[in-house]
């Protein structure tokens, strides 16, 4: 997927669009972690040292669409970006509008503007509201009109910019078709990929289409319903796909292990069976845990005990055992390419950490290109302290899932083929 860069653009005396993820933890007015502005504080400086002005969009938070929320502003962000930069950083108190245009057709080279946060337009989203009783007709032109506003807001969003060049650096929102992600590049010549997209589309892309063997997937977290695409997707690529967390024990039940009361998601049992059925078809060696650490309440205070495959009644497995630690960890031993997304058992609970961190460390100790594949996983990564060990940490959880399920973002594919 080769895509246009901001380095394949000529950016002096243009007013660049971008759309950054700056949808940070804030609370009481201050950041709290800055990990997704420093991310894209190579774009910007690029574009400012090149002699570029630039204007900066995102969203931050769940917002209701209805105008201005202060919980959700994004003036405290700004401030933040401007510390981090060294530099003044203006602030616009909408995303459209005269004074806002104004502000942005003012900035000299080397001058740089955040907006208000877009989600407070319900324009953005672009999400039709549809009565329960609506009829097939009303719901197609009540889609219809919402669809009109959307590409309305993104022609205004478009203004902040000069037409020229519109950079998305926001991986994180690149599976949706907003306004400020994918709609706004109608109204451009150039659409670009800042470095961090830029990297996300590389390491992702490489996995998907040529990834050195031995390929191995690392797939957990909570539901088989989340990730089931994801795992459908990757058997056709992958010589072995290790599978850790609550959705392992939704294919215990397929397989008619006793499950206690563990997390089973019953209306997915026949999937599981579908999933096992394909993987054995195809040669690719899917593995659940052999054992099992157990507990008899979800509490870090719980009793617990390491069983096998059949899991009591009155017990839930809430991380891989030791056996199964070993295992998986001899397998990531052998491999070239490593996708991992979601952690092996509840690891927010110390005594339920120890399979993801040792998975952690055989992924870092592993010769091999490692993708983080967002959420969990990279939340498990930091807190492991080996997060320097990993090649490559992705910023979006349902964008890095949406890509590696083999679905087209729309972020992405509204950019400028090379």
Avoid at 196 to 205: A, C, H, Q, S, T
Avoid at 346 to 351: I, Q, S, T
């Amino acid at each position: 997927m080769k895509k246009l860069t901001i380095r394949d653009v000529d950016v002096k005396g243009h007013r660049v669009l971008m759309r950054v993820d700056f949808n940070v933890p804030v609370k009481d007015g201050k950041v709290g972690d800055v990990t997704r502005i420093t991310a894209a504080i190579p774009t910007i400086k690029y574009v400012l040292e090149k002699g570029g002005s630039l204007v900066l969009m995102s969203h931050l938070g769940r917002p209701k669409g209805k105008g201005y929320e202060a919980e959700f502003s994004l003036k405290p962000v700004a401030a933040k970006l401007e510390e981090l930069l060294g530099k003044p950083v203006k602030f616009g108190a909408d995303c459209v509008g005269a004074e806002t245009i104004a502000q942005a057709k003012a900035l000299k080279a080397g001058e740089i503007m955040v907006v208000e946060n877009t989600r407070f337009y319900k324009e953005e989203e672009g999400k039709a509201k549809l009565a329960d009783d609506a009829t097939d007709e009303q719901k197609k032109a009540a889609k219809a009109e919402m669809k009109a506003k959307q590409k309305e807001l993104a022609k205004k969003l478009a203004e902040l910019g000069d037409g020229e060049i519109y950079c998305n650096d926001a991986f994180g929102s690149a599976h949706r078709a907003h306004a400020s992600t994918a709609v706004v590049c109608q109204f451009y010549k150039k659409n670009v990929a800042g470095f961090l997209m830029e990297k996300e589309i590389d390491y992702l892309g490489k996995a998907l289409e040529a990834p050195e063997k031995p390929f191995v997937a690392i797939i957990g977290g909570a539901k088989i319903s989340g990730k089931i695409d994801v795992v459908t997707s990757l058997m056709s690529k992958c010589d072995a796909i290790l599978i850790g967390g609550g959705m392992a024990y939704t294919f215990y039940k397929a397989q008619g292990f006793k499950v206690g009361n563990s997390l089973v998601e019953d209306d997915r049992v026949e999937m599981a069976k579908d999933i096992l059925a394909q993987a054995k078809a195809k040669g690719v060696k899917l593995m659940l845990p052999i054992d099992n650490l157990a507990a008899d309440k979800f509490d870090a205070a719980a009793n617990t005990k390491v069983v096998g495959e059949n899991i009591d009644d009155g017990w839930m497995a809430l991380d891989i055992g030791p056996k199964t630690i070993a295992l998986y960890c001899a397998e990531i031993a052998k491999a070239k390419t490593v996708v991992w997304n979601g952690p092996m058992g509840c690891f927010e609970m110390a005594p339920f950490a120890k399979g993801t961190f040792a998975v952690c460390q055989a992924v870092a100790d592993s010769d091999s290109v490692s993708i983080i594949g967002g959420g969990d996983s990279v939340s498990a990564v930091n807190k492991s302290g080996l997060a320097d060990k990993m090649t490559h940490i992705s910023t979006g959880g349902g964008a890095s899932l949406e890509f590696l399920e083999g679905k087209q973002l729309p972020g992405v594919t509204a950019l400028t083929d090379k």
